[in-house]
């Protein structure tokens, strides 16, 4: 079945620096990806869709120089949290969207933010 | 797309069925309902969704009512490894739109 990637599962940095996240599908091709961030107790919130090989578009109330979201690929895309704060620290969620069916989730990256 | 509305929590015993319940009573004739849950900490993962026809897979079932404005999820037999929050989504399958999250309904398995 369809599976979705991401690395790392886990990540811990200093306020300030960037932190990259990278969202694979592993089996199929994915035009479209979606990213979410969940905070505790929470429901997930949708902050951005990104297509291969075009911009990405944000949510209401997402930074876009602050989110970077690159799809260069059809099974790769990336989320860049730049000059994170502590106010950051969430659980990012990707999903890919397939041809038929729901889209695929991956496995979540929790980013702390010191 | 539609909305939902499912309960915010319920229980279940271990061994028996866990009937899961979503309104979606502004629901479109081209809209499938899907059905994802979210263990914690972890990325949610598809269940099952149906248009229009009640569908069995080897996680669940799913029942829709005939005018479609509601549906149930059943768990045959919960485990406690089914603990988690079951979200009840509505969108065209072809659909380049965006999933959006409710609150789901929190299920937890007691022994």
């Known amino acids: 079945g369809a599976v979705v990637s991401q690395h790392p599962s886990r990540v811990i940095c200093k306020s300030g620096t960037s932190v990259k996240i990278e969202c694979r599908s592993l089996d199929f091709q994915a035009t479209t990806m979606f990213w979410y961030r969940q905070f505790p107790k929470q429901s997930l919130m949708l902050m951005a869709t990104?297509?291969?090989?075009?911009?990405?578009?944000?949510e209401q109330g997402v930074e876009k120089d602050k989110f970077l979201i690159n799809h260069a690929s059809l099974t790769l895309s990336t989320l860049t949290v730049t000059s994170a704060h502590p106010e950051d620290s969430s659980f990012y969620i990707c999903?890919?969207?397939?041809?038929?069916?729901?889209?695929?989730f991956g496995p979540g990256t929790r980013l702390t933010v010191l | 797309d539609a909305k939902t509305t499912q309960p915010p929590s319920m229980d279940c015993a271990e061994g028996r069925a866990a009937n899961l319940p979503c309104n979606h009573s502004?629901?479109?004739?081209?809209?499938?309902v899907y059905w994802y849950r979210q263990i914690h900490s972890q990325g949610p993962q598809y269940i099952i969704h149906g248009l229009k026809n009640n569908e069995t897979n080897e996680m669940a079932s799913l029942i829709i009512t005939e005018d479609r404005k509601s549906s149930t999820l059943i768990l045959p037999h919960a485990t406690l490894r089914d603990t988690a929050v079951y979200y009840c989504i509505v969108k065209p399958t072809d659909s380049w739109g965006k999933f959006q999250f409710g609150a789901g309904t929190q299920v937890v398995v007691t022994p």
């Open positions: 990104s297509n291969e090989g075009s911009k990405a578009t944000y």
């Open positions: 999903s890919a969207r397939r041809t038929s069916g729901g889209p695929c």
């Open positions: 502004t629901i479109s004739g081209n809209e499938y």
